[in-house]
């Protein structure tokens, strides 16, 4: 029998599990609820108990399996400690330890974002490279980091914060971090809303976005896709700071590939030829540009890279 | 007698040698000429020639050195092959095989910043650290990050280029690197002169620098420490970009320190104080802030840095 792995993404609601061949074969995926209750208590003994049935339900004998790996919602040391987590109401927990304890084989545990970006190394759309920054455009933005397919976690965990770089410091209005003008608050989905609002704000040009009520970033992404020009302007001018983010992950560590997911990702490839135009631009010392591609394994990132975790 | 390795920082004009004890201590500084003729065929030839005699003249047997390290002003491929160093005439080299099968001790390559970075870590400024980014401000503007004892060379070479993100997009004048607005047109001590130029045109304020006929960034800085307002105000803004790039840095990758190097740094700890009010207002998500020291090797970083290296 092929040898197993087992990839665990630890939610704030659910937390998703993955069953794999040592190959990246995805062969089953399940979810267990997230209990916050008790500073999290609950949360490694329900995932523990949780792949103990399926290795049984699958015949699986625990000597076939390598280990697993487990993204959590929160800065991780190398060493697997978890000073704070306030998703989870951790505090203070080697939840590695505690998992590996359990399971009787080992468990490495890394941030979320960071392993849902090895997770797009291994089996997404930065299969084949082994170094690629991920960076996720949600309600927020987030990034992850590889080299030489390591994991970029920083000395304090902050690998990959890419989300509250400050690209414009005229900005007046805050970020949840305190801060003005963090990426965040322009290449997020969020960001992309309140910059069409200012948009339309500012001018009388017409747009469909007028037409509709509390729009959302898929309305402007959609307009700007279908030729309206306030919101192409929008996106443009929003993927403008996120090229500029590039560029310095460029010049700081140089990955072969930036991979963009996330909602917004969801324009596909017109967003990616706006970021690319605005990369390549600013990015003019590097001779051979990085590739932009975009993220394939959405919402299974976590566990794909959760999995590869392990293997190390 | 105790293991020796040997550090050579190959520069335009001169190389410098280094003959250390593994503990870090060095034994012997010693100098070549560069000789660029031929495309750069003699340099490697001249540094085992180099190198074998000193070992020779120290009585030190071969079987008791670990190997060399080198420094190489260009980007190094981690195999340690280069694929053009324009300012040693070298195209398409792999230095470290040919100095290894010239001298018979193993032979590593590195980019000469990344390597001085290493340097600073070891036995400089950066001392007792594992990560740190080491940033050198001089004519230019480089920098040489290391993450757990490694460097960060990037796909291309590309890691540490920091003299050259974009950190004013409002900039008219050209950089060298065909971009407007890189920190090194700020932050170097050309850059410096030059700002001070552009405050002293724009305003009518006494300054002593304005009885300075050609000024020296070091008489900015000397101006800025007696407490010129003018020169203050341009080493404030300077080093104001100069801390943009330290946040993009810790948010990217979070080394544990910031070691500033360079000619500018010899002003010393009111640089410093300078920078580290400037970082810790604008890195305000990372709660516990980077250290920030001065570069103490000198132009001694690259020996130090590539006798290192061998050691891995």
Redesign the interface.
Known sequence: MSKKCIGVDVGGTTVKLGLFDVDGTVLDKWEVVTRKEDGGKNIIPDIAASIIAKLEEKNIDKADVVGAGMGVPGPVM?NGFVEKCVNLGWVKVNPADELSGLLGVPVKVGNDANVAALGEMWQGGGKGYT?LAAITLGTGVGAG?I??EKI???????????G???VN?DEQDKCN???RGCLEQYASATGIVKEAVRALAKSDKASVLRDIEGFSCKDVLDAAKAGDEVAASVVDHCMKYLA??M??????????IFVIGGGVSKAGQYLIDVIRKHYNS?A?????K?DIALATLGNDAGIYGAARLILG
């Open positions: 190398d170094s980091i080299l030489d970029v976690n920083g000395s304090k965990g902050m690998g990959g914060e890419v509250h770089i400050t410091a971090c305190g801060n500029s983010v560029q310095q992950v460029s010049y700081i560590c140089d990955p072969q600013i003019i010392l590097k001779e051979e990085a």
